[in-house]
Every structure is written in C-alpha cells, then in structure tokens.
C-alpha cells in the first residue's frame, strides 16, 4: 500500500509528520495512564475480596473450635480467592506488557523529537531508546537488576495468592487427619511452588513479548 505523499510523488511534510507524532505521543501517553490505572482497579479489587474473604472465616469461626461447617465453608472461600487471584495476576502481566509497549512507542517517537531539535536536544532529560532498557532508564532505573520482574504489582499479588493457596492446600491436609506440623509444611510448599510458577510464568510472558518487537533505537548498554 502507498503513502499519500507517494502518490503525490513529495517528500512527507516535516511539519505534518511531527504533529501526527505529537497527536500519536498524546494518545500513548493516555493508553498507559489507564494500564496503570486498571492495573491498580484490579490489584485492589482482588486485595479486597481476600480481606472479606478472611473477614468472614473470621466470623464463621468465632467459637475457636474448627467445624466441618467452617472447614467446608473455608474450603469453598479459599480455591475462589485463589482462582480470582490467578484471573488478576495474568491480567496484570498484560497490562505490564501493554505498558511496557507504550513507553517504548513513546521513547520511539521521543528519538525523533531530539533528531529535530539538533543540538538543543540537550534540553530533553528523557532519553529516546525504545527497548525495555530505554523505558526503565526513563522512570529512574539506569541499572535494572535481573530481578526486576520481582518488584512488580503482578508479583505482589502472586505472593498473596501463593498464601492463600497454601492455606487452602493445609486446610485440607488437616481436614483429611494430617498434623498441624504437617499440614504447616505441606501448605508453605504449596505456597512455594505456587510463587515459583507464577514468576515463571510472568518472566516467559515478558521474554515473549520482548523477542516479538523490532528495536530501532537500543541502548547503548543492551547486550
């Protein structure tokens, strides 16, 4: 498909070509205020069903004694929480990576904004790299550690799920005649394996995402 300005058979217009940038700019920046804003609707969303979820364990079980009502009850309350936190965490994976996409599309049209302004693109603080490292170099992160992943909102709610999980996995080791040692160390295992997986998973997610888009403009440090 031809351009308009091919078919014309001129060169784009300097002046046309930066003010769909600009306006692309405007919209980026719109699309990635509302990532986050989801990301934080859903993260609150599922922090709060787990508080009433414990809430109400708290007053089915008010006697002190464990009865197959509560453990039944508890047993129901605890898989739906864990099940609604893997729905939020993959989610929040999608909307990190939809961000991510943004800053670099930002960063991209940001490199042309310094090609024109010459030498008086010393003014522009934000640098105009549009790979991963650029988008973090921008927010502060000059030496992003391979940890970073970890520092994430979706990792915050994989370790509360993996807690909630892990409850739900000893409540039925002990529903079914195990110790309470025992059902201790099956259930922090359970927790363990579950964080495991979802670091996995979040970290797959982003090198896929990652290995799918072109670079124009990398880092002087990308490897």
């Not at 804003?37 to 007053?59: D, N």
């Not at 864990?82 to 729905?87: E, I, K, M, T, W």
């Not at 010393?122 to 790299?129: A, T």
């Not at 940890?147 to 994989?158: D, P, R, S, V």
């Amino acid at each position: 498909m031809t351009s308009m300005a091919e078919t014309q058979g001129s060169s784009p217009n300097p002046q046309a070509v930066l003010t769909v940038l600009t306006t692309e700019h405007f919209t980026l920046q719109g699309a990635r205020g509302s990532t986050i804003s989801e990301s934080s609707a859903r993260a609150a969303l599922y922090v709060g069903a787990v508080s009433s979820g414990l809430v109400a364990l708290g007053f089915f079980g008010q006697g002190g004694q464990r009865s197959d009502a509560f453990t039944v009850f508890a047993l129901v309350v605890l898989p739906t929480l864990y099940v609604l936190g893997v729905f939020t965490f993959a989610r929040l994976i999608a909307s990190s990576i939809e961000d991510l996409l943004y800053g670099r599309a930002i960063n991209r049209i940001r490199n042309y904004y310094r090609d024109i302004a010459g030498s008086q693109g010393r003014y522009l603080l934000l640098g105009g790299h549009d790979d991963p490292l650029g988008v973090l170099a921008n927010m502060g992160i000059d030496r992003p550690s391979r940890w970073q992943l970890l520092f994430t909102l979706g990792t915050m709610i994989a370790v509360v799920n993996a807690i909630v999980g892990g409850s739900a996995v000893a409540l039925v080791a002990g529903a079914v005649g195990a110790s309470l040692l025992v059902a201790v160390i099956v259930g922090a295992l359970a927790a363990i394996i579950s964080i495991v997986l979802h670091v996995r998973w979040q970290r797959h997610t982003h090198d896929v995402a990652r290995a799918g888009r072109e670079v124009l403009f990398p880092s002087p440090d990308a490897a």
